[in-house]
Structures are given as C-alpha cells and as structure tokens.
C-alpha cells in the first residue's frame, strides 16, 4: 500500500479476460455490454492462448471482468462456472486473478475467493434516484445490493476494491454519502484496499447524453475523499480518464496513490486508451514521483488468502517489490522486452 506521505505511486501490470459482454442490466453509460446471447462466451482453450502469450511478460494480475447473467437465469451457474474456471487457469499459468463480475451471491463468492487474491465492485453511488434515471434498467444498480457485496466482502476477509463513478446525475453530497458509507463498513472488517474515483467518459456505444466529469473538479474530490477514507485506504484514479498531465499530476497532489491496472485495452472505457507505464513514468518522474508496480493484493491481507495463494502471491513480490534487487533486475527485463510486448499487444488487441 503505498503510503499517503511516500512520494510512490503505483499500478497493477494487468490483462483483462472478459469471458462474456452479455450483460442483462442495460445501464445508459454503458460502452461494454452486448445483448444477453449476443456475445459468445470465452472458451478456455482461449484464454489459455492469451495466457501463454502473457507469460513472462509484464503482466502480473489477470483482471476478469463480466457482463452479469440474470441470478435466475438457468445460465447463471455455467456463468459463474466459466468465471471461476478461468480464475483457476489464470493461477495455475502463473498469474494472480481478480475478479469484478456484478453482485454475487455469499456462497458464489465463498468459492471464488478459493482463485482470487482480491476482488472488487463498484458501488458507484448510492442515491436511489439513479434507479429512475441511468438505472432505470439495470437491477443490479440497486445500491443496498451492492453495500451488501462489500459487507459479504468483510465477512469473508476478501481484500477488497470498490469505488465511485462521478458524473452520472448524482449530487456532490451524494459523492461524500457513498464514500462515509464506504468508511464505515471499512472501519468494520478493514477489508477495502483501493477505492477509484472514476470520471464518466463519455464513449461511443452509450445512450446516456451528458457531458463527461470535468475531471479539473477531481482534484477537489479526491481531496475531500482522503479527509472521508481512512489513510489505509488507497485512492485510485484511471489515468487513461485524466488527460490533462497537469491534472493528472495535481490529482496525486491531492492524495490519489493509485493508477489501477494498466494493459493493453481499458474494457470499461474502450475509447480511452490506457497510457502505458514508460509514458506515465513520464510524467511523474520530473514531478518528483515514482511510479511503482504493484501486485493485485497488498501485503497486510497475505495471511487471508489460502497456502495456495500465498504461494503464488510470495513469488510475485519477489519480482515485483520495489526496494528489491529483484525488482531493479525485473525493471531491465520490462525495458529490453518492451518492443517484443508492443508487437503482442498489438496482436492481442487485434484478436480480442
Ligand atoms: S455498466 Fe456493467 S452492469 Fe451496467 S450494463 Fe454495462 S456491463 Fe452491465
């Protein structure tokens, strides 16, 4: 966890799986779900494809990110099985998995935290008048549903990341709601690692017509957020979402420590590519910053997960811990392979 007084700034070397776009919730803001039927499922053989190509490479966390079958559907159990089948290979080939697939039920994600060394959802905001407006459709967006996710979170000692989408008709005493709401189950189970304070950007498959965050008000909001959020808690920004590098740079001046998973293709917000990690050293480093990889888990949660886990955990922090030797030699490695990565990165994006 990077400390609020250090002058490091991390991110997550990550890849995102996305094993269907279906979504049965049909959210205005949307630039990611399809139809449900409309979007084949990823095999695993794919995924196993994809992953080979990864390995070695600068990828650490595999994010797997979903659009939601109906908890009815008599689709919901290959879903979750799917789901939980690509977490176990993403481990098994090396990787540390993270899921954010919509609410789970307790028993769904009491076994997925057997292949997950942290997982997360957002809460978005909690005002139930978005039901009426960019939610109108999408059940899943009931706000108390989504709370009850990071009290099962707690419950189930599952390090967690949630975090809000600013921007989408909610008020700015709503923002400060949703974040004292946040804290509060915090100070609970001290389970939240990161909470991201997304602006809406606005894309090319949404519905909903409103202009995007002026992301010049979020060094203000990150400001009041670490004021509402325990200094243990992480703010994240999207970077890809900040363009202004001067914005960007005054945002960590606020107190974001936190750039999330940077990959090939940002699946949320797919035309907002992300900016990649020599770009962004970039521009922190002149600014007295250093930007640092991070793993998907930070170390004070190691002792929740499973042998397993702790195993595949204590080998990336070998690699990845920034004071090490390890991590200078793992630096080089990234620079020499940069071209080679550029190549698969390009051809990844091209066959998603
Ligand atoms: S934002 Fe998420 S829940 Fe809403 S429609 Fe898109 S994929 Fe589904």
């Known amino acids: 966890m990077p400390d609020v007084n250090s002058a490091i700034v991390t991110y997550s070397p990550a890849y995102t799986i996305v094993p269907t776009y279906e979504c049965f919730n049909r959210c205005t803001y949307c630039n990611f779900r399809t139809d449900p039927g409309e979007s084949p499922w990823m095999t695993l053989s794919t995924a196993e494809n994809i992953l080979k190509r990864l390995k070695n490479e600068k990828v650490c966390e595999i994010l797997i990110l979903s659009g939601e079958v109906h908890p009815h559907s008599s689709q919901r159990q290959a879903w979750f099985q799917r789901i939980y089948d690509l977490c176990e290979l993403a481990l098994a080939m090396g990787f540390l998995p993270h899921t954010n ?101 606005p894309g090319n498959q949404q519905i909903f017509n409103a202009q995007p965050f002026n992301p010049h008000q979020l060094p203000a909001v990150i400001s009041k957020a670490r004021q509402i959020l325990p200094p243990e808690i992480t703010i994240q920004i999207p970077p890809n979402l900040v363009k202004d590098e001067q914005w960007l740079l005054a945002c960590i001046e606020a107190g974001a420590r936190d750039l999330g998973g940077i990959g090939p293709i940002d699946e949320v917000n797919p035309d907002y590519p992300h900016i990649q990690e020599q770009k962004l050293s970039g521009i922190l480093q002149p600014a007295g910053w250093k930007l640092v990889p991070r793993l998907p888990v930070y170390p004070k949660f190691d002792n929740w997960l499973s042998k397993e886990l702790q195993k595949a955990v204590s080998r990336w922090r070998k690699v990845l811990n920034p004071t090490s030797v390890d991590n200078h030699r793992f630096r080089n490695y990234l620079s020499r392979r940069s071209h080679k990565n550029k190549n698969i990165n390009l051809q990844i994006q091209n066959e998603a």
């Open 101 to 201: 697939v919509g609410p789970l039920s307790f028993a769904e994600m009491q076994k997925l935290k057997n292949v997950n060394v942290s997982m997360g959802l957002m809460l978005e905001q909690l005002t139930p008048a978005l039901l009426k407006t960019v939610h109108r459709y999408a059940p899943s967006k009931v706000p108390e549903r989504r709370l009850q996710q990071l009290q099962w979170a707690g419950e189930l000692q599952l390090p967690f990341t949630t975090g809000l989408l600013l921007g989408i008709g909610e008020t700015a005493d709503d923002w400060w709601t949703t974040l004292e709401a946040i804290s509060n189950i915090h100070q609970s189970y001290h389970h939240i690692q990161e909470v991201i304070l997304q602006p809406h950007s």
